[in-house]
């Protein structure tokens, strides 16, 4: 259950980041770029560990 907590709050931290891009892209690009990378990658860890935790949840 731990896992799939930590999980969820990559998943939060990407949705986070999107907002902090969408907002900061009229201002500076860069810094939008970089967000979305990030955000990205947090997403991305996040669905890999809930996945994870689900199938290790399964064979228990």
């Known amino acids: 259950m731990?896992?799939?907590?930590?999980?969820?709050?990559?998943i939060l931290t990407g949705i986070i980041e999107l907002i902090l891009s969408a907002i900061f892209y009229s201002n500076k690009q860069i810094l939008s770029l970089i967000?979305?990378?990030y955000s990205y990658f947090c997403l991305l860890i996040g669905t890999i560990i809930i996945g994870v935790s689900s199938t290790k949840n399964k064979n228990n």
Do not use: T
């Open 35 to 37: 967000l979305g990378n």
């Open 2 to 10: 731990k896992l799939q907590n930590v999980g969820r709050a990559f």
